[in-house]
């Protein structure tokens, strides 16, 4: 069920809040992955952690891609909070990316503490009781809206799919290309191929020994393969894709989520 929706005086003051977040947003969103992954380590097996550190894949301006992307994501919901409407569509594809992660709805709640919390410790004395609690209850209503589309998702993907979560998959066709990018071919003994489609994307379980366990999205090739789910793996520096690029061959198992996205 989704919560109420935000009261016209929380509508002003998160808005209101837009300018000084704006100004120390990678600051409020670093500490705010430092808050999670300090308080809930097991969560950091859900994300790439190469996106975190920055490093070979850091956006143009130095910042780490996941902290640029939630907080433009941050921003946008406090500039639209008045028409949470127009922010659905990023609503869902978010959705399809945490369904294929395994996020569920009690994370939510780790989510929000580690939010507003983060914000507390960057802006200090601007963010008043009265700030806190507007932020407290914009972000329950988003969470619910979150949670309602992701319980969906998951019950129609997973009966898309015929599995539900992750399952083993051994790999038994690999094909590389002259730009050092592979396609791998993969088979589950027990559920089959699922059903997937253009602009589809699975996530998959990276586990290598000196590792931290992680995961990484590749996107589906081949649609038309009915015994094989094919998955593209561009080359590239991030471990988590090296892993599949230079580890993995064949006769392989690794484990993959329920193809995510919407179909093209």
């Known amino acids: 069920m989704v919560a109420a929706e935000p009261t016209p005086e929380t509508i002003a003051i998160v808005?209101?809040?837009?300018?000084?977040?704006?100004?120390?947003?990678?600051?409020?969103?670093?500490?705010?992955?430092?808050?999670?992954?300090?308080?809930?380590?097991?969560?950091?097996?859900?994300?790439?952690?190469?996106?975190?550190?920055?490093?070979t894949v850091k956006e143009e301006n130095g910042i780490?891609?996941?902290?640029?992307?939630?907080?433009?994501a941050v921003i946008s919901y406090a500039?639209?909070?008045?028409?949470?409407?127009?922010?659905?569509?990023?609503?869902?594809?978010?959705?399809?990316?945490?369904?294929?992660?395994?996020?569920?709805?009690?994370?939510y709640d780790k989510i929000g503490e580690c939010l507003l919390r983060a914000m507390k410790d960057i802006l200090e004395e601007a963010i008043t009781e009265d700030i806190h609690n507007a932020w407290a209850e914009a972000y329950g209503f988003l969470a619910s809206v979150f949670i309602n589309m992701e319980t969906k998702l998951t019950e129609e993907l997973s009966e898309k799919a015929g599995y539900s979560g992750f399952v083993p998959m051994s790999v038994v066709g690999m094909e590389t290309d002259e730009d050092g990018s592979k396609r791998l071919s993969l088979k589950s003994e027990e559920f089959g191929t699922?059903?997937?489609?253009?602009?589809?994307?699975?996530?998959?379980?990276?586990?290598?020994?000196?590792?931290e366990p992680t995961m990484t999205s590749m996107a589906t090739v081949r649609e038309d393969e009915e015994n094989t789910l094919w998955i593209y793996v561009p080359d590239s520096q991030e471990e988590s894709t090296r892993y599949l690029l230079d580890v993995v061959e064949l006769g392989s198992v690794i484990k993959v989520s329920v193809p995510c996205g919407k179909v093209k």
């Open 15 to 55: 808005k209101s809040t837009v300018p000084i977040l704006r100004e120390n947003l990678t600051e409020v969103i670093t500490r705010f992955y430092e808050n999670l992954f300090s308080t809930y380590p097991e969560l950091k097996k859900q994300f790439n952690m190469d996106r975190h550190r920055g490093g």
């Open 64 to 72: 780490p891609k996941q902290v640029a992307a939630l907080g433009g």
């Open 79 to 107: 500039k639209n909070i008045d028409r949470v409407e127009a922010l659905l569509p990023v609503v869902e594809r978010i959705s399809h990316k945490h369904v294929s992660r395994g996020v569920s709805a009690a994370q």
């Open 194 to 211: 699922p059903q997937h489609g253009p602009g589809q994307y699975v996530a998959v379980v990276i586990e290598k020994e000196g590792l």
